[in-house]
């Protein structure tokens, strides 16, 4: 988990120049946190995939080898507490990268009260958002 939220922070970082251009162009800052939560909830979404497979592809290599050495191995399981809180570090990873441009600017409240106007106008289909 720690690689990925590294990797999304320094592509947030090298993405600057891409934001400068897109606020020249009209976007708000409420566009890019959501275009950068999308974005973050994506990788995170596949790396948590990614990591609860290898898990499982794991947990039946372990078995197959059948060690003595290990009591309960049997017991051993991801049952739905591991996909909880799997979920809830993604969502919570998710949140802290994709909010990372607003933290940075400064504007934090702002931005999030700004980003849930957007969302209520896209779940609506309001066209008269400035942007994209």
């Keep these: 988990m720690r690689q990925r939220k590294n990797l999304l922070f320094a592509r947030n970082a090298a993405r600057s120049r891409e ?3 897109r606020i020249a162009l009209g976007a708000s800052r409420a566009r890019l946190c959501v275009q950068s939560l999308a974005e973050a909830g994506v990788a995170v979404t596949a ?3 990614l990591g609860v497979l290898t898990a ?10 059948d060690p003595a050495g290990l009591p309960q191995l049997d017991a051993v399981r991801i049952d739905l507490r591991v996909f ?3 979920l809830s ?5 998710t ?6 441009p607003a933290i940075r600017s400064g504007n934090v409240v702002d931005t999030i009260r700004s980003v849930h ?7 609506l289909g309001d066209d008269s958002t400035t942007g994209w």
């Design 19 to 21: 934001t400068a251009v």
């Design 47 to 49: 790396g948590g995939t």
């Design 56 to 65: 499982v592809g794991l947990i039946d290599a372990l078995r197959s080898f």
């Design 84 to 86: 909880i809180f799997t």
């Design 89 to 93: 570090l993604a969502a919570a990873t």
């Design 95 to 100: 949140a802290v990268v994709g909010l990372l």
């Design 117 to 123: 106007q957007v969302s209520a106008q896209v779940r």
